[in-house]
């Protein structure tokens, strides 16, 4: 079988294998404070033109979800976030459980709008006793959403002027960042986000390292304190060099957005083969989630060799899937899959 349901299927590229291996009976200092992290860190600073940020390695994208809210919020505070959104509908309740509410706005394609967000903050505030509901005080995108779709350099300046003017955070999940970034239409840079976010992370999980998000924090508002709420949260490795080092690997010769625009290159070949098939598309995604409505009789046919993930029942006749492909897609593979779905079209 051939595992076509996630991009993280896969181990790691050999660059970061191959420096976990040349640097194993090294000794340095746990917890993030090796050289190999601050190398990381000057990295990742430069890659977003943000010298003066601060850089944190954690493990994964719920956890690091889980602790950036945390830190950004009081007790009585609440995320903003597309009903969609992965810590809406993906996370088991992780934002909940530290008391905090999410509050969840109707999407299209995946995203939320700039007039949604304000009108959430004008109702709140227009109450005659606003203390009596959570106060909205942060607002959660991903970049690209979960449906592969992406906001605009002008959807995410709007949205930028609307949290200053509602003394809001502005938090993006980059657990997929750079597929994002290297994605055909994209008109929004690495500098970009570093500019239009309070706190982003860059994800490394789902992008050629075995595990590891980098949290970058460009408002100095958010700096104070963050490692005690990533100790709290279990989000501070003994050896943190494992995260440094594998980010080493990614940024240091351009190698993390190469390998964003392998996959899309890859999902956009199989997208193209399913649209010239004849096949309609749920959403219109240039990253390496692509989003197809299979009939159901073809659909399994193709799953005898490979494996998708199923979203939604478009009808008893139809299902919609998503194909996602990783920094290590095959091209016999994508190549085999493509021959596939032509054959089973009858094209």
């Not at 309740?93 to 394609?109: D, K, V, Y």
């Not at 979960?146 to 993006?172: H, M, P, Q, W």
């Not at 980059?174 to 008109?187: D, P, T, V």
């Amino acid at each position: 079988m051939i595992l076509f349901n996630c991009d993280y299927s896969e181990g790691a590229h050999p660059s970061i294998l191959n420096k976990l291996a040349q640097t194993n009976l090294e000794q340095t200092p746990g917890y993030g404070n090796d050289p190999y992290c601050r190398q990381a860190v000057k990295l990742i600073q430069d890659a977003c033109h943000t010298p003066q940020a601060d850089v944190h390695f954690l493990c994964g994208g719920t956890q690091t979800n889980l602790t950036v809210i945390a830190a950004c919020l009081r007790p009585y505070q609440c995320v903003i976030s597309a009903d969609t959104g992965h810590i809406n509908v993906h996370e088991t309740g992780a934002i909940e459980a530290t008391g905090h509410r999410i509050f969840s706005l109707p999407s299209t394609e995946g995203k939320i709008t700039a007039e949604q967000i304000s009108r959430v903050c004008k109702e709140h505030w227009a109450e005659d006793n606003p203390e009596f509901s959570p106060q909205p005080k942060l607002v959660y995108l991903s970049f690209p959403t979960e449906y592969g779709t992406l906001y605009s350099k002008e959807e995410l300046s709007a949205i930028r002027r609307v949290c200053d003017e509602n003394n809001l955070f502005l938090f993006i999940d980059g657990a997929r960042l750079g597929y994002g970034l290297e994605a055909s239409g994209n008109n929004v840079s690495l500098p970009d986000i570093a500019a239009v976010a309070d706190i982003f992370y860059i994800g490394g999980t789902k992008l050629g390292a075995l595990l590891g998000e980098a949290v970058v924090i460009p408002n100095a508002k958010l700096k104070k304190d963050f490692r005690y709420f990533m100790k709290q949260k279990g989000a501070i490795l003994a050896k943190g060099r494992v995260l440094g080092l594998q980010f080493v690997a990614l940024f240091e010769n351009n190698l993390y957005f190469e390998l964003a625009k392998h996959a899309n290159q890859q999902a956009l070949r199989i997208r193209q083969a399913c649209e010239e098939a004849g096949f309609r598309l749920g959403y219109n995604s240039s990253t390496n989630q692509q989003f197809v409505i299979f009939p159901n009789r073809i659909l399994a046919k193709l799953e005898e060799n490979y494996i998708f993930a199923h979203t939604q029942n478009i009808s008893k006749n139809e299902t919609l899937v998503r194909i996602c492909t990783s920094w290590a897609t095959r091209e016999e593979d994508v190549k085999q899959l493509i021959l596939d779905i032509q054959k089973y079209a009858g094209k």
